[in-house]
């Protein structure tokens, strides 16, 4: 082969052939200013889990062979080739003979991208119904409920204001009753005194 493939399963792909992914919505997994995928730490399990599916996904499509397919699994097999091109180019020999040549094998490739590309949109059409459904109507509640405590807060603050006043207002009346009663006690028990010793003087001086 007079081109060197690329690391990786895939031959080497010209530039600008890759078919077009069609626009998915924006999702948490994205930066919000770029739009970019934001990679996150995947376990093994999950790994796993999903290239099972992409196993069984290229598997069902059942697309004419020998092609990329085909291709991928023979260099697989190969891994005790520690050279790849040696190995990329012998797992390509060995599919010539059924009737694989460079162009039927980069126009499978491409295929299944574009496999990949439908495959990407169902899926994360799934997951946004599933946000939907599960998780975007569960954070509208919860911003009402923070909305509902926020209100609440403020009501109780003013409630406690209106209180700390009315107490204010209560000590303050509660103290200008206490100082007229005390006034009126220390009248009442002068002009009582008074009283007392004026008929006290009548007994004595009129006969």
Known sequence: MEDKPQDGPLPDLQPGTAPAVPAAPRRATQDVATGAPVRKQV?????????????????????????????????????SIADEKARFCAAFAGLQVQGLDKEKLLSSAQDYLQLLASDAVSFHQTIDAALDEKVKSRKAAIEDGKARIQQLSREIMQLQQQLQQQEQEVAE?????????????????AEKDALMKNIEKINQHIL
Do not use: C, V
């Open 173 to 189: 009346s509660e103290a200008k009753l206490d100082t007229s009663a005390a006034g009126y006690n220390a009248a009442l028990l």
């Open 43 to 79: 376990t093994g399990e999950a790994a796993q889990k999903y290239q099972e599916h992409f196993n069984r996904l290229f598997a069902e499509a059942r697309l004419p062979g020998p092609g990329y397919l085909e291709f991928s699994r023979m260099t697989a097999a190969m891994q």
